[in-house]
C-alpha cells in the first residue's frame, strides 16, 4: 500500500518536494492545494497529479492522506499544520516552523496531543560538512562550542523577482539566517535566552517593498555562548554566490570553518561568473540528490518506521523563538528576552 502525500502550497518549494516525493518508493502525491488556481493546476500539470483544491481543508477532509507537505510562504504556515496534524496526517513543514513563537508553541503541543509525526525541513543538517561539525563536538574535539558566526547573503534577484509575491512580507532574516539558527541551535543544544538585532531599510524600501535590506543579530545561550548571525539580500545581481554562505563555530579546544558560498564550482563563461548549485536539491540521472532530499526521504522513513524525527517541533520552536526575538528586537531596537518552557 502507497503511502499518501498531500502538499499545501505549490510555488518553488512545494514543487521541487513533490518532485522528490514521487521518486521514494511506495509513496504517492495524490492532491495539492493552492489559494492560487493558477499555481496548482501548473504544479498539478507538472506532478501530474488529478486532485487540486484552492482551499486545503477540502482537501483535508476528502482526501484519504497519511502525511501532509506544507510549504505555504512562511508566515502561513500554523493552520494548515495544525489542521493538518488533527486531521489525523504527519507533517513536513517547510521552514521556519512558524513566524510567531506563540504559534509554535501551538503546534508544539498539537504534536504532543496528537503523537503525529513533525518535522521541519532544515534541511543543511543533512548536508555532510554540517553534520560533520556536530560530530566533532559530540566527539569532544572542539570542546564546548561558546561562540559562533554565521553569514548568509543573497542578491537583490532574490526578493524582487525569486519571491517577488511575498518578499515584502518577509525579511533576510526569516528567509536565509533560519537555517543557519537552526544548525548553530543543534551545535550549541542550548536555549535561547536574549537576542539584539539591528537592521536597515533602504534599498528595497526604495522600490516599493518594505522590509529589511539587510540584518545582524547578537544571540545569546542560557550558560553564557553567543552567536552573531548576518543576512542581506541586496548584493548585485553580478554576484555569482546565491548565496554567499560562511559558519564559523569558535571551542574551547578548537574552532572550525565552513565556506560553502561556491559549492565547489567556479563556472567562467562567456556572459557571466556563476556557482552553479548543487548540494540542496539536484538532479544526478534519475535521482535528485542533496540535503532536501534526504531531509524528504528521512522524514518518510520516520513515519515508515514510527521513530523520532530529526528536526522535531521541540527544536523548530527554539529556532523560531530566535527568529521572532530578531523581529521584535528589530522594532524595540532593544534586546529582547526568550522564554522558552519546553
Not at 571551542?251 to 561556491?262: L, Q, S, V, Y
Not at 532530499?293 to 521513530?307: H, I, L, T
Request: a negative charge.
Amino acid at each position: 500500500m502507497s503511502f499518501k502525500f498531500g502538499i499545501i502550497g505549490t510555488g518553488i518549494m512545494g514543487k521541487a518536494g513533490g518532485r522528490i516525493l514521487q521518486l521514494i518508493d511506495d509513496v504517492e502525491v495524490t492532491a495539492l492545494a493552492d489559494i492560487s488556481d493558477a499555481m496548482v493546476k501548473e504544479a498539478a500539470s507538472e506532478l501530474k497529479v488529478n486532485a487540486t483544491y484552492t482551499n486545503y481543508q477540502d482537501m483535508l477532509e476528502k482526501e484519504n492522506l497519511d502525511a501532509v507537505y506544507v510549504a505555504t510562504p512562511d508566515q502561513y504556515h500554523r493552520d494548515p499544520v495544525i489542521n493538518s496534524l488533527n486531521s489525523g496526517c504527519h507533517v513536513l513543514v517547510e521552514k521556519p516552523m512558524t513566524t510567531k513563537q506563540e504559534d509554535a508553541e501551538d503546534i508544539y503541543e498539537i504534536v504532543q496531543k496528537t503523537g503525529k509525526k513533525f518535522q521541519v525541513n532544515f534541511n543543511h543538517r543533512w548536508l555532510a560538512p554540517y553534520h560533520k561539525i556536530r560530530s566533532m563536538i559530540d566527539d569532544g574535539q572542539l570542546g564546548e562550542p561558546i561562540i559562533g558566526f554565521a553569514r548568509k547573503n543573497n542578491p537583490i534577484c532574490v526578493p524582487t523577482d525569486m519571491l517577488a509575491s511575498w518578499a515584502k512580507d518577509s525579511s533576510p532574516a526569516w528567509f536565509m539566517n533560519s537555517h543557519d539558527i537552526d544548525l548553530m541551535v543543534w551545535w550549541f543544544d542550548a536555549n535561547p535566552v536574549e537576542v539584539y538585532s539591528k537592521g536597515i531599510k533602504r534599498v528595497l524600501k526604495s522600490i516599493g517593498m518594505n522590509t529589511y535590506d539587510g540584518i545582524q543579530s547578537l544571540v545569546t545561550f542560557e550558560d553564557g555562548q553567543f552567536a552573531t548571525f548576518e543576512s542581506a539580500w541586496i548584493y548585485p545581481n553580478s554576484s555569482p554566490y546565491m548565496p554567499d554562505s560562511f559558519m564559523e563555530v569558535i571551542g574551547t579546544k578548537g574552532t572550525t570553518h565552513i565556506n560553502r558560498k561556491d559549492e565547489a564550482i567556479d563556472a567562467i563563461l562567456e556572459e557571466k561568473f556563476a556557482c552553479p548549485r548543487t548540494f540542496l536539491n539536484y538532479k544526478v540521472f534519475d535521482e535528485w540528490v542533496g540535503a532536501m532530499p534526504s531531509s524528504v526521504r528521512s522524514f518518510v522513513n520516520s513515519c515508515k518506521n514510527d521513530v523520532e524525527t530529526v528536526v522535531n517541533a521541540k527544536e523548530g520552536l527554539r529556532s523560531t523563538a530566535i527568529l521572532d526575538a530578531i523581529h521584535r528586537s528589530l522594532e524595540s531596537g532593544k534586546p529582547e528576552k526568550i522564554t522558552l518552557n519546553i
